[in-house]
Each structure stands twice: as structure tokens, then as C-alpha cells.
């Protein structure tokens, strides 16, 4: 039996502390818990998960997760596969945000739907539906 219970929280660096907050405030509803503006870093919090969110130095190296060890993406579940997609056609249009490509099922003929994308400052981001 593990002894374990769950993630506490995921730390990220990004590029651009403010226009990650900004994705995870206004495009994923997460509320701006606290701030440290000597590190700096930002903590955000759902119903389920706190996200803290590092400053990089001015010039980052980008993350390739072909050849980096570390995170290689996290994953989020969205409520529904309608919010998924709304969710989608909303990121197409957000600043800064690269998506990788288009809602596709996560394994051939799953009901489980998903799409990656680059947020703000670098990290990759899948989004998931289980419908």
C-alpha cells in the first residue's frame, strides 16, 4: 500500500511570471493565492490543485523534452468534453499560448478526449475530458 496520498502542489518556471498568472486565472479559473516578489513566484489554487509559478533568470534555455530530463507535461481534467472544447477554441485565441494540436481521443476509439499546449513562459500543458 503506497504511503502517499496525492500531489501536494506542481512548482513550474516560466519565462513570464505575469502572463502565466494571467492564463491561469483568466483562461483556467485558478485564484491568485499569494505572491513572493523577492523570488519572484505566484501561487495559484483550483478546487483540487495549487500551482506555484517561479520567475526564470532573463535569458531561459527552452525546455526540449526530447532531450531534457524533468518535467515533460502535467495534465488537468476539465469538467466536461463541451468545456474542452470551448476551452480549445478560447486558448486558440489567447496571447502567448501554442497549442500543439487539435482535441484528439487519448488512445484509439477512448471516449477520453485531450489537447496539449505551451502556456505562458514555456511550460507544455494537457488538458483532459473524460466524457
Known amino acids: 500500500m503506497s504511503i502517499t496520498s496525492g500531489i501536494h ?7 513570464n511570471l505575469e502572463s502565466a498568472i494571467h492564463f491561469f486565472t483568466g483562461a483556467l479559473g485558478f485564484t491568485l493565492t499569494g505572491r513572493n516578489d523577492d523570488y519572484p513566484a505566484a501561487f495559484l489554487k ?15 534555455t527552452p525546455f526540449n523534452r526530447k532531450k531534457n530530463e524533468g518535467l515533460h507535461h502535467f495534465a488537468i481534467n476539465i469538467t466536461t468534453l463541451d468545456t474542452l472544447i470551448d476551452l480549445y477554441h478560447k486558448l486558440s485565441e489567447w496571447k ?7 482535441i484528439t481521443a487519448m488512445s484509439p476509439g477512448s471516449s477520453t478526449k485531450h489537447f ?7 511550460p507544455r500543458l494537457e488538458l483532459i475530458a473524460n466524457h
Open 96 to 102: 502567448d499560448v501554442i497549442i500543439e494540436k487539435g
Open 116 to 122: 496539449f499546449v505551451r502556456i505562458p513562459g514555456g
Open 9 to 15: 502542489h506542481l512548482g513550474l518556471s516560466v519565462s
Open 46 to 60: 483550483d478546487s483540487h490543485s495549487l500551482i506555484t509559478l517561479w520567475s526564470t533568470a532573463d535569458d531561459p
